[in-house]
């Protein structure tokens, strides 16, 4: 995510569906669970403790959408193949505003309820551990925001003409019911309907899209490993390019009319910037690649989403090569935990360092200077990037400058040699998985044979302005 325009917005409270009579008395029929047969409500993350739920995980998300831009009223059915991780009499989907007319569990009806942001669900015959089974939602309504511990909104945001959808950190659940914390990750099909002379993006490959009576269906398929935050379903009037680079990647950009010039000299770099990229951190890590320039003021901020960065406005060329660097660093790799959030943020802004000292532009020495010079009262030095403290924090100036200063530290310390080795081999070791803070350090002494719990205890856990290095 780029944060610098990141805005306040209002608080908006969650509408919770009611529940039929039917499902309530299926309810009843259920009976009370056993002990140690419920998925837990949360994946344990303890800045978003209800983010993410326990008990199984998410293969595939085949999601069904209609969306209709002058009511503004979502029609969705969900369909998730999951792997049971214990057995199961009852376990939770992340989804807030939203009504839920019907769910199924392996085709037979399941008896649900409403709790805050959680979608109770109690299938007709309990969960075998590792049984696969498939859970099918059927919801409507006015999707909503959520609001950030941080003021932002993300989520499903509508604008004047469709939809933003950017879900970082727990949006996710405002569009589609989902297992909404990045340390379960599926592929997704999207297929979405829109009125005739909108465009529906998402993420992946465009699979096709059809006219008929008014409306227009695009299906989208997403193949590699995902987190729900980085999906997107993005609708506005659009102006298309389509392409394939030499490598082969199908680079799809959809552009707002109003930001088209300004974002064309821009995205024309798309390609030579993912290229730049490969050669540093390894093959990129997608089929598809492109970008979705939307014209939404209010938002505040561009989002990583995977394979296709959402931006406000249009973008500047920092700001492209932070979004394509996280395809790498935050999406192919992912956090196992928020508090490790330095390991996306960090990274992408390093790499706008490197891509500055590459292209002729300020160094990285020169970058850290700058922000070392600053004084230890300036915000840059409130908190550690390592563990900020509070959801409200992840998106803060330390998780990002200072992460990345942590990297050029690290970078001092071992040579140019051995930290573009480390690079690479956390970008391709953990491809379409998961890594923490820990696995890092771990890599960067093996790959240097240096002791580095020093640096970076100093330069990521250490509060305030670290002494002169």
């Keep these: 995510m780029t944060p610098a325009r990141r805005q306040p917005a209002r608080r908006r409270t969650a509408t919770l569906a009611t529940v039929p009579v039917a ?40 999601l069904t959408l209609g969306y209709d831009t002058g009511s503004r009223r979502l029609d969705g059915t969900a ?18 505003g939203l009504k839920v007319t019907a769910v199924t569990v392996d085709r037979a009806q399941a008896a649900f309820r409403r709790d805050g942001q959680e979608l109770v669900v109690t299938p007709r015959h309990a969960l075998r551990r590792n049984q696969e089974f498939r859970v099918t939602v059927a919801y409507h309504g006015t999707p909503e925001p959520v609001t950030d511990p941080d003021g932002s909104t993300d989520g499903w945001i509508p604008t004047d003409d469709g939809a933003f959808v950017a879900g970082q950190p727990q949006g996710a659940m405002t569009w589609f019911p989902a297992n909404g914390h990045p340390r379960d990750k599926a592929s997704y099909d999207f297929t979405v309907t829109v009125p005739k002379g909108r465009t529906a993006v998402a993420n992946g490959v465009l699979l096709g899209q059809r006219t008929a009576r008014g409306k227009t269906t695009f299906h989208w398929r997403a193949t590699q490993p995902m987190a729900a935050y980085l999906a997107t379903a993005s609708i ?13 990647i199908q680079v799809y950009n959809a552009v707002d009319a109003r930001e088209a010039r300004a974002a064309a000299p821009v995205l024309k770099k798309l390609p030579a ?11 990129y890590p997608f089929e598809a690649a492109g970008s979705i320039v939307d014209h939404a003021p209010d938002v505040g901020y561009a989002l990583e989403t995977q394979t296709r960065p959402v931006y406000d406005s249009a973008p500047d060329l920092d700001t492209l090569v932070h979004e394509s660097a996280h395809q790498w660093f935050g999406d192919s790799v992912s956090v196992t935990a928020w508090k490790d959030i330095w390991l996306n943020e960090g990274f992408a802004t390093y790499a706008e360092w490197l891509y500055s000292e590459q292209h002729g532009g300020r160094s990285a020495q020169r970058t850290f200077d700058a922000l070392y010079a600053r004084p230890a009262s300036d915000g840059l030095w409130a908190y550690p990037p390592g563990d900020p403290g509070s959801g409200a924090r992840i998106f803060g100036t330390p998780v ?11 970078r001092r310390a071992v040579g140019d040699r051995d930290f573009f080795r480390i690079l690479r081999a956390w970008a391709t070791g953990h491809r379409g998985g998961h890594g923490t803070t820990a696995q890092f350090v771990r890599l960067a002494e093996r790959t240097s044979g240096k002791q580095l719990d020093g640096l970076f205890h100093t330069w990521l856990y250490t509060p305030g302005k670290p002494d002169r290095p």
């Design 400 to 410: 990002y400058a200072r992460g990345a200063m942590a990297l050029h530290e690290l």
């Design 79 to 96: 369909v998730l193949t999951a792997r049971a991780t214990q057995e199961l009499t009852r376990f939770d989907l992340d989804l807030t």
């Design 23 to 62: 499902v309530a008395a299926l309810l009843g029929a259920a009976g009370p669970a056993a002990p140690g047969t419920t998925g837990a409500p949360g994946a344990g993350d303890p800045y978003f403790p209800l983010s993410g739920n326990g008990g199984y995980d998410v293969r595939h998300y085949d």
């Design 236 to 248: 506005g009037k659009f102006q298309v390019e389509r392409y394939t680079t030499r490598h082969g």
């Design 273 to 283: 910037v993912l290229e730049w990229e490969s050669k540093l951190f390894g093959p």
